[in-house]
């Protein structure tokens, strides 16, 4: 009995630090409708800032606080610097690009906090009233930890008390209901973005600071909590605080209880959780605003590609066809890993681009297609093309079944639904050892020659390719623009948006497994990394760095982002401030995409 | 403009020809591994190969010519790290392979070498597949295994009176394979033993106070504990607030690393059973010249890393001088068997499963002026805490 209680305790405590966190994410995302992707950094620059500030001060609870609010207003002026110079810049910008500029923002964090506070863990040393336990029915139970379960409740007050009787807080209201409506009637929609980023990213900074007296400031915190707290801003429904709130508390709790029952299910828990719910409750727990449109693309077909710049496509086909003969043979490799992605930008495009679906998993298809691949080989000793030929197979069928649930919903919380599946498969290519090999992987899984290769990958990818860009402009390419940009006119002249979506993720999910079992025979291996996390982002970032208006964008943004990820990864240390402020830089000077931008120029 | 940067690259530029026709062309050695993603070990780890390979090169070099060391960033990701191995043997035109901190990293480059019949040579990958069921005969390694790590630490474990276990892992393969072998090697010693439950926390996201809470409810003697880094720290400040240590014996693996032990600070629990490197108490003329020499270049103190990054430079060059030769199969023979100097004392590399003899130290955890150290510690040689050779080779053989 009592260990229920100190669990039920510890549960709220845990949950703290991730309602902090999301707290500030629906916020931002309910007034600037930006995904921010540098949340958890900013988690990360509140704990560092405070490690630096608390580590000079007198080790009094009074001081302790004084120093926690000042990291969280240093971290908030940095979330309104990066408000103010580059996301304020965006706004215009198609919907889920600043997702693009926050993602370059973290890269350029991680290196610069390594530059400034160095390699090492930075654990604040704790005082002694911070070490203390009270005896609740009879077990210790860490002083601090009820200070915490305290904070939790009071900021969701005040937040209630700002949004619902500020005047500051009518706003963020109105804007979050109605933004154009609400800069119609004369509110200052600058200012506004400018202190609700800066909220948020206190929130945040606070959330970091006040983790410092159970662990340590380092390195990897960002990407930690950051996925989980977009978990809960989804489960809790976008843009609602409370709501926030309750998904933080429900995943505090099962987290404690569930690795009492189930210790192994560390890596997956909070996914099952959030699928269940959103197949329940399609727009989260308290979530009841209208999802907002993915993509602003909306209303606009995907441009055909002209008869010049298909004349230019094949011309590099043809030249690719060469390359054998002139390309030393690691740029051969590098050109063959841009050919898959290629392919796999394309197979994202389709469903993001006509599907008006967005995916935050997309690297699921990619590692069910290399898992099917190497297991065909490994276990039933088959040649490569029939390897090939089950990465797509495979891939599409998974697709197929779990398609059912996922076009059920959209914008964001379609995006996490796939986010979910990726990390189930990515769990399971974790745990499943004595299928995958776990974290060990599948080796092996060589081709029989490089060259012979090569030419395999370029008319798969190459056709594979050809073959989604005239889906796209098919009959069936235009019935699902049109359920994606008026679901009630497409389903009155007969088109059945559910089916379309189902078939346009099915041949997604395929083409990108089809890119997933040639990856395995590039690198000769596979891994759970295949399906991890980054692998979707990187996804994402190509399709979008592109341009999603156009076929040609996607092809672009996966040569451009592999081949210039694969160059600095050989010629610099400090890839990440290089990857990342290239990014912000592109994103500033081509706020419609690599390919919109290259148009533009022209005309 | 003229800046210092391009007054230094025109005289560079202008000495190069003339160094190049006084002496050989340098053997290349191409290092991988992860700078970006665990920056605590790998920075302190290129100090570590880089104080060797000037070491080296000061004292004349290898076979007559000098080392150079060509590094990439493998991000955490084997497919990275394939990609840049490729870069390093076909554009740097590397003579050898070496590196890795990650197991599936690891892994990943000897299948690699195996496939371009290159040598590779891992640092710090402690996978036991990567000389056991999946080794092959490009691939040595340097560091004891987790197999090595848990039997060195069940030797002092079985000593104890504790009979009910808990066990508390990263769940990724390096926990799960260092629990599994730590219950079948005490088992094996000490048939009295149960283990009552096990907690996974993921990687780099303990729920500390759920863990030791659920822990704590099972009621153990003793528990085993093979977190690291934050996790470890956050564990353990839990684990003391809420007495979890208190009456219970706790076995842990490298949290004797400075690496490790440094960040807990006056929070170090005492009494631990801990792999580690007790660094300044080794007195050992290799380890005092190594920390001496480390302090002049660096102006800092070496961590586990700047071990494992020195020894793995020295036993390359032991290894070629031994082959004479940059051939692979020469440089296999000459790997198998070569002894090399390390603070540690001297290691081998055993020509059965190419793993080295390394060993590392065992002790106790201790406080002494606010500050975690190793206290009864020892010298365990990697030789002695391996399986009999008929077991290893069945092991390798199961790889087919």
Known sequence: MSFLAIQFLTGLSGAVSLFLMSAGLTIIFGVTRVVNFAHGSLYMLGAYIGWSILTRLPHDPIWFAGGVIAAALATGCIGAAIEMTLLRRLYRAPELFQLLATFGVMLAIQDLTLLVWGPNDLPLPRAPWLRGSVTILGEHFPAYDLLLIAIGPAVLTALLLLLNRTRFGMLIRACTENRDLAAALGINHRILSTSVFALGAGLAGLGGALVLPDSSANTQMDLAVIVEAFVVVVVGGMGSVTGAFLASLMFGELQAFGIVLIPGATLVLVFIIMAVVLSIRPRGLLGDAPVPSAISAAGKPVRPVSSRIQLVGWSLVVLAATA??????????????ILIAVLLAGSLHLMMGPGGMISFGHAAWFGLGAYS????????????????????????????????????LSGVYLAMLTLAFAQIVWAAAAQWSWLTGGDDGILGVWPSGSVPFFYWVLSLSVAATWLLQRITRSPFGLALTAARDSEARALSIGLRADRLRMAAFAMSGAAAGLAGGLFAFSTGSVFPTYVAVGKSVDVLLMVLLGGINTVIGPIAGAVAYTGFYDLLLQTTSMWRLALGLTIITLVLAFPDGLAGGWRRSRS | MLTRRTVLGTTAALAVPTAARAQPAPIRIGEINSYSAIPSFTLPYRNGWQLAADQINASGGVLGRKLEVISRDDTGKPQDAVRLAGELLDEQKVDILAGGYLSNVGLALSDFAQQRKRLYIAGEPLSDALVWQKGNRYCFRLRPSTYMQAAMLVQEAAKLPAKRWVTVAPNYEYG??????????????????????????????????????????????????????????????????????????????????????????????????????????????????????????FNAVPGMGSVVGYSLIQSIAAGIRRAGSLDADKLIDGFSGATFETPFGPASYRALDHQGTLGTFVGK????????????????????????DQEVLALRQSAG
């Open chain 1, 373 to 408: 691949s190497a297991l065909t080989v490994r276990m039933l000793s088959a040649p490569m093309p029939l390897a090939l030929l089950a990465a797509p197979v495979a891939a599409g069928l998974v697709a197929i079944a779990f398609g059912w649930f996922v076009v059920r």
């Open chain 2, 365 to 388: 955890t201790a406080l002494r002026d606010g500050k975690g150290m190793m206290v009864d510690w020892h010298y365990a040689d990697g030789a002695a805490y391996l399986p009999s």
């Open chain 1, 324 to 337: 054998p003969i002139w390309l030393p043979a690691y740029w051969l490799s590098v050109l063959t890993e």
């Open chain 2, 176 to 297: 799960l394979s260092t629990v599994k072998w730590f219950k079948a090697l005490l088992s094996a010693k000490r048939p009295d033993v149960t283990f009552v439950g096990e907690q996974w926390p993921a990687l780099g996201k303990i729920d500390a106070g759920a863990t030791v809470a659920a822990l704590a409810e099972l009621k153990p003697d003793a528990i085993l504990n093979v977190t690291f880094g934050p996790d470890l720290t956050n564990f353990v400040r839990q684990g003391n607030t809420r007495g979890l240590f208190e009456n219970r014996s706790v076995v842990s693996v490298l949290t004797g690393e400075p690496e490790y032990l440094e960040p807990l600070g006056d929070e170090t629990p005492e009494g631990w059973i801990v792999t580690g490197y007790p660094r300044a108490q080794v007195t050992t003329p290799a380890n005092t010249a190594f920390i001496a020499a480390y302090k002049t270049r």
